[in-house]
């Protein structure tokens, strides 16, 4: 679906999705509760995006009995209980088929726990369907315990099969922090099943540390205990056992950073269902708007310094963010720079070629600078007027979402400060996060309407 927004100021309050991160967690753990007890697990404050319903779907192709029942403002409660260790249905040549989307959090935190299930009901051969560009992210700290393992793996195209998987033996796991924390997440919830103690030993910085945090605070919520020596050791007893607890998701920061830019851009939008507590990392964003508001004075209309010195933002561990980070940056016409931006290539576009390319189509003097480790993204504001990379019609500027859902709603924020129409391609892509976005965007004031670019 492409579509085409109308400049116009946003206006109103709404209830901001749950936290996607905090409820694939409680999915798993409410799903890991049935095996060792027989009563149902309630999750409520469910939004259904892509990426949930894939974490859903791979728990129910394990056997998870998963109801969803529709609640008050189009959230969902979620009901988990019961699993048939019989389970063969979804079986083809042996393989039981999991599909995880185009959602890496399902991907990485499923693998571990198919050592649990392996070992428990016998299911041993897996195929995991992926979408898009997934299996080019990293997995080789999985594959690398895998080796060890001798548990055999390949990709083939968008799937990964597995034959032979067998409960994990060892009884330490080195990781790599500098990758993704979703792989320490994942060993997390599988090896307090396991009948031995283990240890996963962190080498490197760990990044995205918040998003452990998250994990062992789910964890606790659930019942299962994990000793935290400074985030480079995590000891875990084995045969313990998740327990059955109702629990309710808070409000995702990660989307409500689009409605938080949009009001330092001007707009007025109350933002309802935040935690300020919350141990998410994407809560940022409060405080680097904060930053900018002290940097910056408003005068006649005009933005000045207060500093000479531009502002610096490490986005190392809060990737999902920068795209809209960068459209509050280019609001001012002194510089920024965001760094710690690598791992954005290898999200559901290559984020950064998205993020800038698009906004150098709005007039936005934005470019990425630097290789591999050091890469950044530099940012002066607005080009002059002749300058900008032009992709418009007679009175539209067109741009693309490459698909990646937070390049769509970053370019629907960046349209409320447009001089002209923006033409939105793919951007029903919101839908991997953040299902009723458009809803709630008309719901403010904004004016979309769907477009034929044909």
């Known amino acids: 679906m492409d579509i085409r927004i109308r400049p116009k100021k946003l206006c109103g309050s709404i209830n901001i999705p749950p936290s996607k991160s905090m409820a694939h967690r409680m999915i798993i753990c409410a799903s890991l509760a049935t095996l060792s007890c027989d009563h149902d697990t309630n999750i409520e404050n469910i939004a259904m995006s892509d990426d949930i319903l894939a974490t859903i779907g791979a728990m129910r192709s394990l056997g998870l009995e998963i109801e969803k029942d529709l609640l008050e403002g189009g ?17 083809a040549d042996d393989y039981l088929t999991i599909d995880c989307g185009e959602s890496g959090s399902t991907l990485r935190f499923i693998i571990p726990i198919l050592s649990v299930f392996a070992k428990r009901y016998g299911l041993v051969n897996y195929r995991l369907d992926t979408r898009e560009r997934l299996l080019q992210r990293p997995l080789d700290p999985y594959f690398d315990i895998l080796d060890r393992e001798g548990i ?14 067998k409960g994990f033996s060892q009884s330490s796991y080195e990781i790599d922090g500098g990758i993704s924390s979703q792989f320490i997440s994942g060993l997390l919830f599988s090896l307090p099943l396991m009948d031995f103690d283990t240890d996963i030993v962190i080498k490197n910085r760990l990044e995205s540390r918040g998003y452990v945090d998250m994990t062992l605070d789910a964890l606790y919520k659930y019942g299962i205990e994990v000793e935290n020596i400074d985030y480079k050791t995590f000891k875990i007893k084995g045969n313990q056992s998740y327990k059955p607890v109702k629990a309710s998701v808070e409000g995702d920061y990660s989307q409500a950073a689009f409605f938080l830019v949009a009001n330092a851009l001007g707009n007025k939008v109350q933002i309802k269902g935040l935690d300020p507590g919350s141990l998410q990392l994407d809560k940022e964003i409060v405080d680097i708007i904060d930053r900018y508001d002290k940097y910056y004075c408003n005068e006649g209309g005009d933005r000045c310094i207060a500093s000479d010195l531009a502002i610096g933002i ?3 561990n809060i990737p999902d963010i920068v795209p809209i980070m960068s459209l509050l940056a280019t609001n001012y016409k002194y510089p920024s720079k965001i760094s710690g931006v690598e791992r954005l290539r290898i999200k559901e576009s290559d984020r950064l070629q998205a993020t800038s390319s698009q906004l150098r189509i709005l007039g936005k003097d934005i470019e990425i600078i630097g290789e591999k480790e050091e890469t950044s993204l530099l940012i002066n504001g607005n080009l002059d007027r ?3 990379d032009q992709s418009t019609g007679d009175d539209y500027y067109l741009v693309d979402s490459f698909k990646d859902h937070r390049i769509a709603m970053t370019l629907a924020i960046a349209a409320t400060v ?6 939105i391609k793919d951007a029903h892509v919101v839908s991997k996060s953040y ?5 709630d965007y008309k719901k403010l004031g904004g004016e979309v309407y769907e477009f034929d670019l044909g």
Request: glycine share 12%.
């Open 152 to 165: 055999d793996y390949n990709i083939d195209g968008t799937s990964l099969y597995i034959r032979g998987m």
């Open 418 to 423: 447009s001089d002209k129409d923006l033409v």
């Open 386 to 388: 002749g300058n900008k």
């Open 314 to 316: 490490d986005a190392t």
């Open 75 to 91: 959230r969902y409660r979620l009901k988990v209980s019961g699993i048939d260790g019989s389970r063969n249905d979804g079986l």
């Open 435 to 439: 299902p009723n976005f458009w809803d």
